[in-house]
């Protein structure tokens, strides 16, 4: 069935737009809630003016939606889990938890709905995809570590280290995170006594 909708329909359209929608859909949820009225050659003639508007509102929703693709594409989002000896989470990370991280680091508030749905029962990386229907497809870089690493692998990435996941054995993993650590404590030890030295020498 054609119908106008008469407001904003997620997957559907925007408001004006003329669009075909499987019939129970119309006449059970669209029609009766007031979103959308049936296309008749009436209702097609009089809504002219509301079917120009929403061609510049499709217009302007598209640029918003690009606008945040771009945003939020590449982002990193790392959660720490309990996991088991063979690296199994005991649980998942779930699409609500990936929507609520990105709010908190972008400000950028995502339907879950649009995040795609994968498994992610282990510990590693994964590229999510999320749906926007813009001209870009962004991807959200999910990292899952134990929760025990978490603090120490932030540690990490903030003192600019590349940080791997080891998918092996979970000690090994954690003296990694520890190693990379204490590197960075160490070169920022060495700036700070190179920094003192040269203090001195222009002193005296």
């Known amino acids: 069935m054609k119908v106008i909708l ?35 050659a009436g ?25 945040l693709a771009r945003q939020i594409d590449g982002v ?7 996991a088991g000896a063979n690296n199994k989470l005991y649980g998942s990370v779930t699409t609500m938890e990936i929507a609520e ?16 749905q994968q498994s992610m029962r282990e510990l590693g990386e994964y590229d999510v995809p999320v749906r926007l229907g813009s001209e870009i497809s962004p991807l959200l870089h999910v990292v899952i570590v134990r929760e025990e690493d978490l603090a120490e692998y932030l540690a990490a ?9 080891d998918e092996g054995a979970p000690e090994e993993a954690s003296e990694r995170i520890k190693e990379l650590i204490e590197a960075a ?4 030890a060495t700036l700070d006594t190179t920094d003192s030295g040269e203090e001195e020498a222009t002193e005296a």
């Open 43 to 67: 209702a097609l003639k009089q809504s002219t003016k509301l079917r120009e508007t929403a061609k510049v509102r499709r217009i302007q929703l598209d640029n918003k939606l690009n606008e």
């Open 6 to 40: 008469t407001a904003d329909v997620y997957k559907h359209g925007v408001a004006g737009e003329v669009v075909s929608v499987a019939d129970g859909f119309a006449r059970n949820y669209l029609i009766p809630q007031g979103l959308a009225s049936k296309a008749t």
């Open 185 to 188: 404590e160490a070169n920022t």
């Open 157 to 165: 990435k903030e003192a600019g280290d590349a940080v791997e996941i």
């Open 76 to 82: 990193e989002l790392v959660f720490g889990r309990r």
């Open 101 to 116: 991280a990105l709010m908190e680091k972008t400000s950028v508030d995502i339907n879950r709905r649009r995040i795609s």
